[in-house]
C-alpha cells in the first residue's frame, strides 16, 4: 500500500469517475486503475463499484477512504512539521472563497499574505457556500474563506471581522433621494438577487420584511454582484451589497449607496477549516494577512 494509491481511491470517490479522476492526477486512466486494483488485490477486498454512475465506494471502500483521507492528511502535515523546525513557513493552501467576498477581498489578502509568507503556493477557487462544504469533505481544499454561520457541523468557522450591508439604489428608484434607507421600506418585488445557493441571497431575503413573489416588469437573478449591479444602474431596482464592495464602486454611482438605517445589519467574515485540518501555521498567517487588510475594506 502506497500513499500515491490512497491518492488515487480518493481521487475516484471525489469525482466519481475514473477518467475524471486521472486527468486531475495527471496520469493516464488505466495507470491509474491499474494502482487502484493493486490496492483491492493488497487488502483481499473490492473498494469501487464501477457499475454506478458515479463510481461508489463499497462497504469496506467507505473504510478504507476515511482511513486514506486522514493518512494523507498527516502525509502532507510533514512538510509543514518540516518548515516550522527551519523558522519557515512553506508548502500549498487550497483555498475556497465565496464569490461575494473573492473580488474585494482578494486583490488585498493575497499580496499581503505572499509577503508574509513567500515560500507558500496558494491555490484559490472560487465557489459557492455548498460546494465550499462538499470540497472540505472530499479534502479537495484546506480551509475558505465565507460568512460566517454557514457551515455544518464538522467544519470549524473563526469569525474575523463585520462586513455591513448597503443598499445599491437606482437613481429612478423611490428611495434615491433618501439619505438611508429603512429595513421595513425593502420590498422583494423591487430587489436583484444572486441565484440560488449563494447564502448572501438567503441573508437579503431574511431582511425583507415583504417575501411577495410579485415582481415588476422582470426578474433577474446573477451569480455576481456587479452584473446585479449594472443592471441597477440601466433600471428601476435596486440591491444589496457588502461594506466590502463600496470602495470599488466608480465614484459617479457612489450616490446610488445608501446605509441601512436600523441597527447594524451585516454578516461575519470567516475563515473555515474542518475540525482535524492540518497546515495550522499557513492558515494562521493567512487570517493575520486578512485582518490586516479588512480596515480597508471599510467605508
Known amino acids: 500500500m502506497t500513499i500515491v494509491q490512497l491518492e488515487y481511491l480518493l481521487a475516484v470517490v471525489n469525482f466519481g469517475s475514473f477518467s475524471l479522476a486521472a486527468e486531475r492526477c495527471f496520469i493516464t486512466q488505466p495507470s491509474l486503475s491499474m494502482q487502484i486494483k493493486n490496492l483491492e488485490e493488497e487488502l483481499g477486498v473490492m473498494l ?22 486522514e493518512t494523507v492528511r498527516m502525509f502532507n502535515s510533514v512538510y509543514e512539521d518540516v518548515s516550522v523546525l527551519k523558522g519557515t513557513i512553506a508548502g500549498v493552501l487550497r483555498l475556497g472563497v465565496i464569490p461575494t467576498i473573492a473580488p474585494y477581498l482578494l486583490p488585498r489578502m493575497v499580496q499581503d499574505f505572499a509577503h508574509r509568507c513567500p515560500d507558500v503556493h496558494l491555490e484559490i477557487k472560487e465557489m459557492i457556500t455548498p460546494q465550499i462544504v462538499r470540497s472540505m469533505e472530499h479534502d479537495e ?4 474563506i465565507l460568512a460566517g454561520g454557514t457551515c455544518p457541523e464538522g467544519i470549524t468557522e473563526d ?5 455591513k450591508f448597503y443598499a445599491y439604489v437606482s437613481p429612478q428608484h423611490k428611495m434615491y433621494d ?28 431574511d431582511l425583507c420584511p415583504s417575501r411577495s413573489n410579485n415582481h415588476a416588469s422582470y426578474y ?9 449591479m449594472r443592471i441597477v444602474d440601466s433600471s428601476e431596482f435596486m440591491t444589496i451589497i457588502p461594506e466590502m464592495a463600496v470602495p470599488y464602486v466608480p465614484a459617479e454611482h457612489r450616490s446610488q449607496i445608501k446605509p441601512l438605517a436600523k441597527g447594524a ?12 485540518y492540518v497546515k495550522e501555521t499557513i492558515i494562521k498567517a493567512m487570517k493575520e494577512s486578512i485582518v490586516a487588510v479588512s480596515h480597508t475594506l471599510t467605508v
Do not use: W, Y
Open 48 to 69: 469501487l463499484d464501477r457499475s454506478k454512475k458515479p463510481v461508489m465506494l463499497t462497504q469496506a471502500g467507505m473504510v478504507v477512504a476515511e482511513r486514506a483521507r
Open 141 to 144: 481544499i484546506d480551509a475558505a
Open 159 to 163: 469569525c474575523l471581522f463585520d462586513d
Open 178 to 205: 433618501r439619505t438611508n434607507v429603512r429595513l421595513e421600506d425593502l420590498e422583494l418585488k423591487d430587489m436583484l438577487l444572486l441565484s440560488e445557493g449563494h447564502c448572501f441571497r438567503d441573508q437579503i431575503l
Open 220 to 228: 433577474f437573478e446573477s451569480g455576481s454582484l456587479e452584473t446585479l
Open 265 to 276: 445589519v451585516s454578516r461575519k467574515i470567516a475563515v473555515a477549516v474542518r475540525r482535524t
